[in-house]
């Protein structure tokens, strides 16, 4: 879990440079259809950042290793969705459009493994 807490903080820090490269930097030169299109990248990389801290701290007391496997499917997702929406915004290469659902599909995979782990838990504190 080590190392998915590092990718989840350094998912926030290029998140929140990313966000301010884009408000600052791209502002300028970006249509703004292409700045939406990055600013949608960097909404779902930041808050699946937050989500992948969550599972690190979800499983201090939820050892189950779905919750791993949910944190590299997020951490996948967001390099498939918003590194090819970042793509997309700032090159005219149009062929990255078909992996921004790829990221997607992470990211589902991802959250539906947290759902499974807490359907499947014994844990009794999750019944209170």
């Avoid at 791993?68 to 590194?83: N, P, T």
């Amino acid at each position: 879990m080590r190392i998915l807490g590092l990718l989840a903080a350094l998912l926030g820090l290029t998140g929140v440079a990313l966000g301010a490269f884009a408000a600052h930097g791209l502002k300028a030169y970006l249509a703004p259809e292409s700045l939406e299109v990055f600013t949608t990248g960097v909404h779902y990389q930041m808050m699946h950042a937050l989500a992948v801290l969550a599972l690190v701290g979800v499983y201090q007391g939820i050892p189950d290793k779905k919750l791993i496997w949910a944190g590299r499917w997020m951490v996948v997702g967001v390099l498939l969705f918003s590194g090819s929406l970042y793509l997309l915004a700032t090159t005219s290469i149009r062929w990255f459009g078909p992996i921004t659902p790829l990221g997607g599909v992470g990211f589902l995979i991802g959250w539906a493994l947290v759902a499974l782990t807490f359907l499947k838990s014994t844990d009794s504190r999750l019944n209170r």
